[in-house]
């Protein structure tokens, strides 16, 4: 999925649960049954699915990783439609 629409709302759906390993320092969806352990960039992404915007997120990491925000939303855009049809996230539209 790419071209997500302005003002969608990103949110980790109701069965998952975000934790992070102490030991490995990832960040990972906990839900029914299965783990998944995320990257540092997608756990980056993951941790701010928390019901704002794609464009928040987006200029959130880019302000973080200080890249620009064109750079980073392919890449937003493409985790956030891959997890959104596993399942794990939600989408709000505006």
């Not at 980790?12 to 299965?34: N, T």
């Amino acid at each position: 999925m790419s071209g997500l629409v302005a003002g969608t709302r990103v949110k980790l759906a109701a069965k998952v649960r975000l934790r992070h390993d102490a030991p490995s320092g990832q960040v990972m969806l906990v839900f029914p049954e299965s783990v998944l352990a995320l990257n540092g960039p997608a756990g980056a992404i993951a941790v701010l699915c928390d019901g704002r915007t794609v464009e928040e997120i987006v200029v959130a990491l880019a302000a973080k990783f200080q890249v620009s925000a064109e750079q980073l939303r392919g890449d937003v855009d493409l985790f956030v439609g891959r997890l959104s049809e596993r399942g794990l996230l939600e989408l709000s539209p505006p």
